[in-house]
């Protein structure tokens, strides 16, 4: 049977591999085997543990920022996509100009 830290361990990295951590930050991340939630459950090192984990966490958060942004911009040139195909439809579309996508935004 599994003991609750076992259990807690599991949820934790289940919840870590949902964020996208890669198995090397996953393993960095667990690697001091502490579950700091509380200040008063702290004990002498858990703030460089707090100070890592708060790293890793900020750059991963800025990587999937970057992703995101990335993501709105293929979402917005496929809408954009999209719409001139549909107001096109039926008409010779070699005379379609593409409309940036930044422009599309003010339409939906």
């Known amino acids: 049977m599994?003991?609750?830290?076992?259990?807690?361990?599991?949820s934790g990295l289940k919840c870590l591999k949902r964020l996208g951590l890669s198995l090397e930050e996953?393993?960095?991340?667990?690697?001091?085997?502490?579950?700091?939630?509380?200040?008063?459950?702290?004990?002498?090192?858990?703030e460089a543990v707090l100070r890592d984990r708060i790293d890793l966490l900020t750059d991963h958060l800025a990587r999937m920022e970057t992703q995101r942004r990335e993501l709105d911009e293929l979402i917005d040139r496929t809408k954009n996509n999209i719409r001139l195909y549909n107001e096109t439809?039926?008409?010779?579309a070699v005379n379609v100009s593409i409309v940036p996508a930044?422009?599309?935004?003010e339409h939906l």
């Open 89 to 92: 439809a039926g008409r010779d």
């Open 26 to 46: 996953i393993k960095s991340y667990t690697s001091t085997n502490r579950c700091v939630t509380e200040r008063s459950s702290m004990r002498d090192g858990d």
């Open 102 to 105: 930044s422009s599309l935004q």
């Open 2 to 10: 599994f003991s609750e830290d076992d259990l807690r361990l599991l």
